[in-house]
């Protein structure tokens, strides 16, 4: 997909792109909220992506995109949440050692309906990030190397 | 002979899912919920979290999301193997 | 037979059917990989169709309205799972198909098999 669509579709694109990452972002931080959380967001970021590789194409990426920056992110992303579900270890595994701490994210929540704390729930804002992240990098590097394998092969 | 072998086939699963189906309970119903009205009870206290959901997702069923992330890991893995370009092909 | 009680479970019995139809009967690769997302988005239906209490809303309390009845949220869960996995299937399953196209030159089952290439 070496060229790119139409004036009007990547102007468009302009406009429309950072607006799609920031509701994507929205989705992924306000997890322990509203309905969401880290696969939704990371899947909402990565069609934003997609739609970049669409209008853009690949020719565009080529002097800006580093394919072992985009793999080393997704491995920071796994790694991290493995080692957020280490941290309660003194108890069990996976054990939510910051809700209703007092520390970080540690703040209670009023039982019934209410608006909503940010402030609350223990490790599962982290955990959000740490697997949004992770899906973000993932179908990005898998839409790079599909896109620029297919296209080696019928340059030959 | 093969196709009809397989056209019998296809259509004797396709009536024992049919038939399964319509003999279940009545949707509405489930059959047992004291594990999940447990969570809907106390995820508020435990886990001070007001989405029921993820905090079945992260906190009490966490391991099921690690196992699920490293299928996401391997598929990307094995994708990113395939399209390798080695020294054969650039030359 | 209470058919039409049940009918949310018949329509995702029905999503798995069309998919092994796609599956068995058809000869292009790209329509075989189209009838297995049928199937795993079939067995997601039924799944998330599962866990329905009558009357229920969503079991989260961000303003939520005041009644007492919630749906379960362990079906949902375990279906968010399955929707990952069925991704990364689906994304392996299409990176053999170029392979194989790269390879042979063909996407037809049967042609596949006579070419020793």
Redesign the interface.
């Known amino acids: 997909m070496k060229t790119e669509m139409s004036v009007i579709v990547r102007t468009i694109t302009r406009c429309v792109y950072p607006l799609i990452l920031v509701f994507g972002f929205y989705v992924i931080m306000h997890g322990h909220l509203t309905p969401g959380g880290g696969f939704q967001g990371g899947a909402v970021v990565a069609s934003a992506f997609a739609l970049f590789l669409v209008a853009f194409g690949t020719k565009a990426l080529k002097g800006r995109l580093n394919p072992h920056l985009l793999q080393s992110l997704e491995e920071i992303g796994a790694l991290a949440f493995l080692g957020l579900a280490f941290l309660g270890i003194g108890t069990a595994f996976f054990y939510n050692i910051l809700a209703g701490s007092g520390s970080v994210f540690g703040g209670a929540v009023p039982s019934g309906p209410n608006p909503g704390v940010l402030n609350s729930s223990g490790t599962l804002p982290f955990m959000n990030w740490a697997v949004g992240l992770k899906v973000m990098a993932g179908i990005a590097c898998i839409l790079v190397a599909m896109l620029v394998g297919s296209r080696k092969e019928a340059e030959e | 002979m093969r196709r009809a072998l397989l056209t019998a086939a296809f259509l004797l699963v396709a009536a024992f899912l049919l038939f399964a189906a319509a003999e279940m309970r009545p949707f509405g119903e489930p059959a047992v919920s004291a594990m999940d009205d447990y969570f809907i009870d106390n995820a508020q206290i435990d886990v001070a979290a007001n989405n029921v959901v993820t905090a079945v997702v992260f906190d009490y069923r966490g391991f099921d999301t690690l196992g699920e992330a490293t299928v996401l890991f391997a598929a990307v893995v094995g994708i990113l193997a395939m399209f390798r370009r080695t020294r054969e092909d650039e030359r | 037979?209470?058919?039409v009680?049940?009918?949310?479970?018949?329509v995702?019995?029905?999503l798995?059917?069309l998919g092994?139809?796609a599956l068995?009967?058809k000869r292009n690769l790209i329509k075989m990989v189209i009838g297995v997302s049928l199937i795993e988005t079939g067995v997601n239906l039924f799944l998330v169709?599962?866990?329905?209490?009558?009357a229920g809303v969503?079991?989260?309390?961000?303003?939520?309205?005041?009644t007492t009845v919630?749906v379960?949220?362990?079906p949902?869960?375990?279906t968010?799972?399955s929707?990952?996995?069925g991704?990364?299937?689906t994304?392996?399953l299409?990176?053999?198909a170029?392979?194989i196209y790269?390879h042979y030159g063909t996407l037809d089952v049967s042609k596949i098999k006579e070419l020793r290439g």
Do not use: N
Not at chain 3, 5 to 10: D, M, T
Not at chain 3, 58 to 66: H, L, V
């Open positions: 037979m209470s058919a009680g049940s009918l949310p479970f018949v995702s019995m029905l798995v059917i092994l139809y068995l009967f169709t599962l866990g329905y209490r009558t969503a079991p989260i309390y961000t303003y939520a309205p005041a919630r379960l949220p362990t949902q869960a375990l968010l799972t929707i990952v996995i991704l990364a299937t994304a392996l299409l990176s053999f170029v392979l790269r």
